[in-house]
């Protein structure tokens, strides 16, 4: 792809966080996240519980942590690790469900043959570390 024309690597963790478009701040520690009514091209927004580490965001309670990821690319990969699964859905409603298990590791999400815009609705087991997002 023309450089520029994607969108750039995202961090999950709070040393290096960028793309962040959720309501409230991105910082170390837990907090409960929303997504935001309106979200900005290229950008991504955590809802649920989760704990945000300097490398890394884990979802911190029970249930699922969600992530709403908004995109221009042709790939999109996802770096994880830890224990559990991940279901992706794309907004054309297709799902898959990637089950993750050791240390990081990246994972495909999409691969098509053009640059597009996209979104993708993420929800991420407790136990499974969410790194950052490649685009390619």
Known sequence: PEAGSTTRETFLGSSKDVNFAGPGAY??????????????????????AWRVETQFATPSGADAGGIRLDYHAAEV????AGEGSVRVRDQDGSER???????????ELVKRGAVEPGILSIEVDPGVEVYSFTFG
């Open 27 to 48: 910082r170390a520690g837990e907090s409960k996240f929303s997504l935001p009514a309106d979200q900005a091209s290229d950008t991504f927004a955590l809802e649920g």
């Open 77 to 80: 990969r996802m770096v994880l």
């Open 97 to 107: 469900t990637i089950d993750v298990s050791g240390t990081p590791r990246s994972y």
